[in-house]
Structures are given as C-alpha cells and as structure tokens.
C-alpha cells in the first residue's frame, strides 16, 4: 500500500541555520504531497503543498519540490527561527489508491536553539 | 484558527465511563475525519464521513462509536476505554474528494 518514509527526529539546530527534512514516499499514481506542521499544544496545519511532478510548494520561508524520479518531497528553509519549532509531517493523498484519505510520515519534531 | 473546534480539550476518564468528543466545522466542508495521534505511533485515521455517510472504519475497537448527525457535527462516542487509547484525538474535515484537510486543536484524552 501508499506510504511515507521521513527522517526520524528530533532534530536541533541553531537559529538561522538551514534545515532539510528528508520525506519519500511510495504511491501508485499520481499522488499529491503536503508538508503539516504541528506547533505545541495544537492540531495539524497544513504547511505547503504540490500536486504534481516538479510542482514546489511554499510558505512562510519553507520549500518543497515534488520529485517524481526520486519519490521524494524534502522540506527545506534556509534560515530557521526559534517559532518554527514543531513536528513536521510529511503526508499524501492518492485517489487512485488510498481513495483519497492522508497518510502520514511518523513526523520530525524540530527545535531550535536561540 | 482553522474553522474547525473540537471540545473539549483535555479529558480524564476511567475505564468504566461513558464520554463523548465533540467537533464542529465552519468551512462548508461535507467530509469530517477522526484521527488518533500517540506518542508510539503516527497518525492514524479512524474514521471517514462523507455526506454524513461513514465510508471509512479503520478496523477500530468497537469502543469508539463515531457519529455525524450532519455534515458539521461529528462525534465520538467512548466507552469501556483502555489506558493505551489515552492520546490526542484529532478532527479534521475537508470538502469531499478533495485534497486539503483543515485540523481541529485535538482532544487530550487520558484513561486511567
């Protein structure tokens, strides 16, 4: 079945360090890919998105390009703030499989150090 | 502030009591989800509504008994719960076959 893989956390890092979080997925199809972030104490929030091959999504300083080749969908910044500590889940969506529901990566829980 | 609300927030139980998690959605969605989120595990969807019909049941304990009286309300009946399904439950809705799903905060639910 569909699946996520993403880098197990947590991860630390100074603040205006450059962040990568690896995310690959296996899908049949033509899956969509999403990027939640989960601050403390909240629900999930959908961080940024891409629908289709080579699409990239982007918000708040964060990237993401969809990699058909490599199956992958790695998050990136390139100048981290202290706010963005949270967890960070990797997720896709594929109608072709898994009729539409997520599903999601463990999740990486970021923080970073002032 | 996602549209989606979700009371309570924090809930102890014990194993012998009845309780309910409420969620609402404000977005005009006709899709509301139930999702389980532990320390141990990732994510795991419980159940789907679609149109207020349950087109989803994740092989989940009959314990939990959802319900979707409309397509703005959805619930979760709890009974004779376990400490291991302490953990933060979490709505989300989106419209029908689409991609993007909306998150209510979650509720904290600890079985003593």
């Known amino acids: 079945g569909d699946s996520v893989t993403q880098m197990e956390g947590p991860v630390t890092l100074s603040e205006e360090a450059f962040l990568t979080i690896n995310c690959t997925y296996t899908?049949?199809?033509?899956?969509?890919l999403f990027w939640y972030v989960q601050y403390p104490g909240e629900g999930l929030q959908l961080l940024l998105k891409?629908?289709?091959?080579?699409d990239k999504g982007s918000n708040k300083g964060f990237e993401a390009t969809y990699r058909k080749e490599t199956t992958s969908f790695h998050l990136e910044k390139g100048s981290v703030q202290v706010s963005d500590s949270a967890v960070y889940f990797c997720?896709?969506?594929?109608?072709?499989?898994?009729?539409?529901?997520?599903?999601f990566g463990k999740g990486t829980k970021l923080s970073v150090k002032p | 502030e996602t549209g989606v609300t979700q009371t309570p927030r924090h809930l102890v139980m014990g194993m012998t009591n009845k309780k309910s998690l409420k969620c609402e959605q404000h977005?005009?969605?006709?899709?509301m989800y139930w999702y389980k989120q532990s320390a141990k595990k990732p994510l795991e969807l419980m159940f789907v509504y679609n149109f207020k019909e349950q087109t989803e049941n994740n092989s989940v304990p009959s314990r939990f008994s959802p319900e979707c009286p409309n397509s703005s309300h959805l619930f979760l009946h709890l009974h004779t719960l376990q400490p291991e399904d302490s953990a933060l439950y979490l709505c989300?809705?989106?419209?029908?076959?689409?991609?993007?799903?909306?998150f209510g905060p979650g509720t904290r639910l600890t079985v003593l």
């Open positions: 891409a629908t289709k091959a080579d």
């Open positions: 899908a049949t199809g033509y899956p969509s």
């Open positions: 997720a896709l969506t594929n109608y072709g499989g898994s009729q539409g529901n997520l599903i």
């Open positions: 977005l005009g969605h006709n899709a």
């Open positions: 989300a809705s989106s419209q029908a076959n689409r991609d993007e799903q909306f």
